[in-house]
């Protein structure tokens, strides 16, 4: 799946995805933090189907753009050299995957660094 996202980047990479979404875990506090601010923008249904073991339910871009505000899509338009419409659209496609791959056991992940746990299992997935 990153395979084929790197490709339609151009880049035929994963490296830059994968780095760009560390960056967006980091500044939302982690899956944890991610979580939290997808519950207070009214997405709690959603978000727990991605870290529960049930399927993943959809998110739009628009709800992406919602949670993570306009300054954070922009960035991540920029990192990727992409306009923020498509940033938007492919955060939409994938978190829900990430998120679920990142909470194995249908949990956020307990003690110790939650980020650097997250991290660590995202670098399995670009690894």
């Known amino acids: 799946m990153f395979e084929q996202l790197g490709n339609l980047l151009g880049g035929g990479t994963n490296e830059g995805f994968g780095a760009v979404v560390s960056d967006v875990l980091a500044q939302q ?3 944890a933090g991610l979580v939290e601010k997808f519950q207070q923008g009214g997405l709690g249904e959603l978000v727990q189907s991605w870290v529960g073991t049930g399927g993943n339910l959809p998110v739009s871009a628009d709800q992406i ?4 505000g306009s300054d954070a899509v922009t960035q991540i338009a920029g990192k990727l050299g992409i306009d923020p419409q498509q940033a938007s659209d492919l955060v939409a496609q994938y978190l829900p995957g990430i998120v679920d791959q990142l909470t194995p056991n249908g949990e956020l992940p307990v003690g110790g660094d939650m980020l650097s746990q997250g991290l660590g299992a995202l670098g ?3 690894g």
């Not at 753009?65 to 993570?68: A, M, P, R």
């Open 29 to 31: 506090g982690g899956v």
């Open 65 to 68: 753009q919602s949670v993570l």
């Open 124 to 126: 399995k997935l670009f």
